[in-house]
Nanobody, 125 residues
Framework: QVQLVESGGGLVQAGDSLRVSCQAS????????LGWFRQAPGKEREFVSG????????YYADSVKGRFTISRDNAKNTVYLQMNSLKPEDTAVYYC??????????????????WGQGIQVTVSS
C-alpha cells in the first residue's frame, strides 16, 4: 500500500521558519518527481515546489521562491520543504505529492499520482 505521510507542520509567527517532511512508503520513489502543493481556506489547491529524481530539476512557485527550499533523500524515500521568512499568506494545508512529469507540467496537479493526507501550517501575524 502506497502512503505519503507528512509531518512537521504547526503554528508559527510571521518571519519564523518551519520544515515539513514527507515519508513515502509502499514502493520506491527514486524516479518520481516529489513535491508540495497547498490549499488555503476558500482557495484552490496550488503548486508550491517540486524536485526531480536526481535533485537536478527543482521548481518553485513565484510566491515562495527565495524563501522555501525543497530537498529529497532517496535512500529514505523522503522529501523536505524548508520554509523560511514565513508570511500569514503561507497559511494552508500542505500536501506531499509524487508523480512523473517534466518542465512546466510539474506545476500542474494532473501528473501527481500519489498524494499525502495533508498537514496544517498556520502563520500568525
Amino acid at each position: 500500500q502506497v502512503q505519503l505521510v507528512e509531518s512537521g507542520g504547526g503554528l508559527v509567527q510571521a518571519g519564523d521558519s518551519l520544515r515539513v517532511s514527507c515519508q513515502a512508503s509502499g514502493r520506491t520513489f527514486t524516479y518520481y518527481v516529489l513535491g508540495w502543493f497547498r490549499q488555503a481556506p476558500g482557495k484552490e489547491r496550488e503548486f508550491v515546489s517540486g524536485i526531480g529524481s536526481s535533485s537536478s530539476s527543482i521548481y518553485y512557485a513565484d510566491s515562495v521562491k527565495g524563501r522555501f527550499t525543497i530537498s529529497r533523500d532517496n535512500a529514505k524515500n523522503t522529501v523536505y520543504l524548508q520554509m523560511n521568512s514565513l508570511k500569514p499568506e503561507d497559511t494552508a494545508v500542505y500536501y506531499c505529492v509524487a508523480g512523473y512529469c517534466s518542465g512546466d507540467a510539474c506545476r500542474k496537479l494532473g501528473p501527481y499520482t500519489y498524494w499525502g493526507q495533508g498537514i496544517q501550517v498556520t502563520v500568525s501575524s
